[in-house]
């Protein structure tokens, strides 16, 4: 996955959904975390399915709430995956690029 790609989805994930996440460039997941100091009754699974609402080809891994005893911090987290594009609109935009002489090919 691209660098602009993953910037494009850290900022829609983090205007849409309070919270830090993070890119594993090896495995290809996005980690999604917020603190659980107050629950206010919320899940895990309603941040999943917010994360999911947001963006298309979304895949969830995990939704899971880790608490820990005082002094550590307690959190919420997602782990999901994005799928690329499909490969047909890939190559139409190669397509475009070599008409209009943009590509280096």
């Not at 849409?16 to 206010?40: N, P």
Request: glycine share 6%; proline share 5%; net charge positive.
């Amino acid at each position: 996955m691209t660098a602009a790609k993953v910037t494009t989805v850290k900022r829609v994930v983090c205007d849409a959904v309070q919270g830090h996440i993070c890119y594993l460039r090896r495995s290809g997941q996005f980690h999604w975390r917020a603190a659980l100091s107050h629950r206010y009754g919320q899940t895990a699974q309603e941040f999943a399915s917010k994360i999911q609402g947001v963006l298309s080809g979304v895949t969830l891994l995990a939704a899971s709430e880790h608490w820990h005893p005082w002094p550590k911090t307690s959190y919420f987290e997602v782990v999901f995956t994005v799928a690329p594009p499909p490969l047909r609109s890939r190559l139409a935009r190669l397509n475009r690029q070599l008409q209009e002489g943009a590509c280096a090919c």
